[in-house]
């Protein structure tokens, strides 16, 4: 028995030497695993960090070009305005200085059929005519053509002034 304690009590050490070694190469298992877990999160961590940055420059480099394009449109913008702007102008003074013609002309013949229906000469006694009705009859001329020169020169102030079409 003796023989039979001792074989036992050998095969107990052994295996408790082994369940020893079983339960360092274990623990030495489970420390790889856990170091293995970290460098994991810490590799996730970083692709992660990467991931954000690349979507931030992304994201960056994209409002940097809608930035760009929304002031090129708005320049676009602003001088198809102001084009719009200048040819409205330039519409506005050519009505205006139509407008202005048209005035300077009913003007000059109202005055010419006013001074017609006032001094018409009667041909038929033209002996009639007194010298002093003939001196006004030719200064009313004579007026009549400085408005003329007058007016004249208006238009041609007018057109100097007025934007070319």
């Known amino acids: 028995m003796t023989n039979e304690n001792r074989t036992l009590k050998d095969h107990l050490e052994q295996t408790k030497d082994?369940?020893?070694?079983?339960?360092?190469?274990?623990?030495?298992l489970v420390e790889v695993q856990r170091q293995e877990i970290e460098?994991?999160?810490d590799n996730v961590q970083r692709l992660k960090a990467d991931n954000e940055k690349q979507v931030r420059k992304a994201k960056e480099r994209y409002e940097d070009q809608y930035r760009h394009e929304s002031e090129k449109y708005?320049?676009?913008y602003e001088v198809l305005r102001q084009e719009m702007h200048i040819m409205q102008r330039k519409l506005g003074s050519e009505e205006q200085l139509n407008r202005e013609l048209g005035n300077i002309n009913r003007r000059q013949d109202d005055q010419r059929?006013?001074?017609a229906?006032?001094?018409?000469?009667?041909?038929?006694?033209?002996?009639?005519?007194?010298?002093?009705?003939?001196?006004e009859w030719k200064n009313r001329i004579a007026q009549l053509s400085r408005e003329g020169e007058e007016v004249t020169r208006e238009v041609r102030?007018?057109?100097k002034r007025a934007p070319e079409s």
Do not use: T, V
């Open 113 to 115: 059929a006013q001074y």
């Open 39 to 41: 460098d994991m999160r």
């Open 74 to 76: 708005q320049r676009d």
């Open 18 to 28: 082994q369940n020893k070694e079983y339960n360092g190469d274990l623990k030495q």
């Open 157 to 159: 102030s007018m057109m």
């Open 117 to 135: 229906q006032s001094h018409k000469p009667d041909f038929m006694g033209a002996d009639d005519i007194l010298d002093a009705d003939m001196i």
